[in-house]
């Protein structure tokens, strides 16, 4: 049986980890930049890739998915946390990105960190229904703070509608609330919309 204390030291555990601010370390280790001084000053691996290095921003983002996966995974494959435990592991993985300390807790957009998260988790459909949205929105919608947003609605959506377990809808309206307060100065803009294949076979004509 799993204890409070438990499921209490691997949150933690996955908290700190997700607070390690590698891309803006990455930044600082092969680019001797400070990657918050460009683009919306996030310190996330798009601005990485701003400060001009593709191989640093591929490392940055590879660093960043994978902070939620290990906390996640060994909470369910080695100590056999109920499903509901796991949930609050993963999420403390996305806080930690979202809310780091370390930077004043002022941290990233959290978009990577989900993503490591929702791999690690053994109920594939959470990932693959918030990839099937991102994908719709994006598709059709041209900013990308509402495509992150749409994309876990959509999910989330899913899930209550096809009967998922309760926490799995519950994760992911926690989910939804980090992503929804970490973009939401950019949600403050109404989105436009795009279909972006029609732009691309147009620009192919041209």
């Not at 000053?41 to 902070?67: H, Q, T």
């Not at 993963?90 to 990577?112: D, V, W, Y």
């Not at 993503?115 to 690690?120: D, E, I, P, Q, S």
């Not at 959509?154 to 009967?163: E, F, K, N, Q, W």
Request: charged share 15%.
């Amino acid at each position: 049986m799993v204890e409070y204390y438990q499921v209490l030291v691997l949150s933690l555990a996955a908290f700190w980890l997700g607070a390690c601010p590698f891309s803006v370390w990455v930044g600082h280790k092969f680019l001797a930049e400070e990657i918050r001084d460009y683009g919306d000053g996030n310190p996330g691996a798009a601005n990485v890739f701003r400060a001009g290095g593709r191989k640093s921003y591929v490392l940055a983002m590879l660093l960043d998915i994978a902070k939620g996966v290990p906390f996640v995974y060994l909470a369910y494959s080695y100590w056999g946390f109920p499903a509901m435990a796991v949930a609050v592991v993963g999420l403390s993985a996305i806080l930690g990105h979202a809310f780091t300390p370390l930077l004043g807790f002022k941290g990233g957009k959290s978009i990577a960190v989900t993503f490591g998260v929702l791999l690690a988790l053994p109920q594939y459909e959470i990932l693959l229904s918030f990839m099937a949205f991102l994908l719709i929105a994006f598709l059709f919608i041209e900013r990308d703070a509402w495509i992150v947003i749409a994309g876990a609605v959509g999910s989330l959506a899913y899930l209550v509608i096809t009967g998922g377990n309760s926490w799995e809808s519950l994760f992911m309206l926690g989910v939804l609330v980090i992503l929804a307060i970490k973009h939401f100065n950019d949600l403050k803009t109404v989105p436009t919309r795009r279909v972006r294949v029609l732009a691309w076979l147009q620009s192919r004509r041209q």
